[in-house]
């Protein structure tokens, strides 16, 4: 059975609380997934003052500032926290991952050991971002919100060039609106992004609800990335779109669930369903007497539950015979009783 690797983003949804951030921490374990994930950024070095809000963190944060700089410069994670939260998950049996969104958080997060490196949607036409995190020869996944097939492979190249083995990449099929709407989802292009490019595939998901993941997985996907808060209703960029701890619970649950119901794609009986095998199918019974000698026709027969006797299939076969017995109404036909 593939183990699908479920990555639960807290992203900013610790709203610069250290606190709230165990808190989420806390939550993802109980939940059961793999991965906790934050965002590792220096305000200065992702966003120019003059940058505005999306429309979607603008209508979530209440607060008549339309400073992109403004918003990120509260959600920053200093070295510190970083030291505290991957301790935090150690003590929790629970693996810390984090999305670098600049070249300095590339450097942090790797001399913090980070085993796996996540590239978010808006760096992937980034290129000496790209060919950082390419060089480092880590694991990779790839998100791909609002790139099209060519801008995706453009950066597996890059990735590829810089170091990276394309084995070891992981795309993601993402769409980046903030909750996104199920019309636009399109998860048949995660199909179409691993036949191109010959590479796992998983999915990001931000849309409300836990359907659309479950659905990713039924369909491929080793990686699901999943938005969590403790309360929708928190104000910051993106508590709307999260799920709350027992909807992220409920989410991991189906996955693995989904996953053990996969199989191996061989038809054929089950250990738990062979036992109704005789219970539920038929077998030829004798629907009126047929006499010593007399010869056997479909009048004669009827298909009945239980199996154990000679199969329906073979009706024609029997049907012309001729019975070495008088059979009786309710008798289990037999080889014995015709020749």
């Keep these: 059975m593939n183990r699908t690797l479920i990555i639960a983003e807290a992203g900013v949804n ?3 609380s250290i606190e709230l951030a165990k808190k989420l921490i806390d939550a993802a374990v109980e939940a059961g997934v ?9 305000a200065e070095k992702l966003v120019s003052k003059s940058a505005r809000k999306a429309e979607y963190q603008a209508k979530n944060i209440n607060d008549n500032d339309n400073s992109q700089f403004a918003m990120l410069k509260k959600l ?8 505290l939260l ?9 693996k810390f991952l984090s999305t670098a969104f600049d070249l300095e958080s590339i450097d942090l997060l790797n001399d913090l050991g980070i085993d796996i490196f996540k590239i978010p949607s808006g760096e992937i036409t980034n290129f000496p971002y790209l060919q950082k995190i390419g060089s480092l020869q880590k694991p990779v996944i790839l998100s791909t919100g609002m790139a099209n097939l060519a801008e995706i492979e453009a ?7 810089a170091g990276t083995n394309r084995a070891h990449i992981t795309v993601l099929h993402c769409n980046t609106e903030y909750p996104t709407p199920m019309p636009d989802v399109n998860l048949k292009a995660m199909l179409s992004i691993g036949q191109a490019f010959q590479v796992p595939v998983g999915y990001s998901d931000h849309t ?18 999943k938005h969590f808060t403790l ?4 104000e910051g960029p993106d508590h709307i779109a999260s799920l709350e701890p027992h909807e992220l619970k409920a989410m991991v649950t189906a996955i693995r669930n989904i996953e053990a119901a ?10 738990s369903e062979l036992k109704n095998k005789e219970v539920v199918r038929k077998s030829i019974h004798i629907l009126k007497k047929v006499n010593q000698n007399e010869m056997i026709t479909a009048d004669h027969l009827i298909a009945k539950r239980p199996a154990g006797g000679i199969s329906p299939m073979l009706w024609e076969h029997v049907c012309g015979k001729v019975a070495t017995n008088d059979l009786f109404e309710g008798d289990i036909l037999k080889w014995e009783d015709f020749r």
Excluded: W
């Design 231 to 234: 309360d929708k209703t928190m």
């Design 14 to 16: 610790h709203n610069g």
């Design 208 to 225: 409300l609800g836990i359907e659309v993941p479950i659905a990713a997985v039924a369909m491929g996907a080793v990686c699901i990335e």
């Design 76 to 83: 920053e994670l200093d070295t510190k926290t970083h030291h």
């Design 86 to 94: 991957i301790e935090y998950c150690r003590t929790k049996n629970i």
């Design 155 to 161: 950066a597996l190249e890059v990735l590829e060039n």
């Design 262 to 271: 996969m199989g191996d794609g061989i038809k054929r009986p089950s250990p």
């Design 34 to 42: 793999d991965y906790v994930k934050f965002q590792t950024f220096q």
